[in-house]
């Protein structure tokens, strides 16, 4: 099974940016099956589904997410990025990246938008 480790995470104003990273142990995209998905889990709450991209490169977001957040692919390091711009108080939560051929949840990586 791939490992995933989240990193990037940290403390940023309302309006600021950060760009998160999946690095894997291996390629994950290697069948048109394959998958990368972000989700997010803040205190108390659910844990809600952010962003993915497929094999071919297809993306799809949130509605929370769509227009300030940007998730892509750099195939040669293996790693999963995801661009947040314009962030929120309410994107606060803990970031964890997923895939269809990983194991379990890892630690994630926090995010926290404060003033």
């Known amino acids: 099974q791939v490992q995933l480790v989240e990193s990037g995470g940290g403390l940023v104003q309302p309006g600021g940016s950060l760009n998160l990273s999946c690095a894997a142990s291996?390629?994950?995209?290697?069948?048109?099956?394959?998958?990368l998905a972000w989700y997010r889990q803040a205190p108390g709450k659910q844990r809600e589904w952010v962003a993915s991209?497929?094999?071919?490169?297809?993306?799809d977001y949130a509605i929370s997410a769509k227009g300030r957040f940007t998730i892509s692919r750099d195939d040669a390091k293996n790693t999963v990025y995801l661009q947040m711009n314009s962030l929120k108080p309410e994107d606060t939560a803990v970031y964890y990246c997923?895939?269809?051929?990983?194991?379990?949840w890892g630690q994630g990586t926090q995010v926290t938008v404060t003033s």
């Open positions: 997923y895939c269809n051929a990983g194991g379990p």
């Open positions: 291996r390629a994950i995209f290697t069948s048109s099956f394959s998958f």
């Open positions: 991209i497929t094999n071919s490169g297809a993306t």
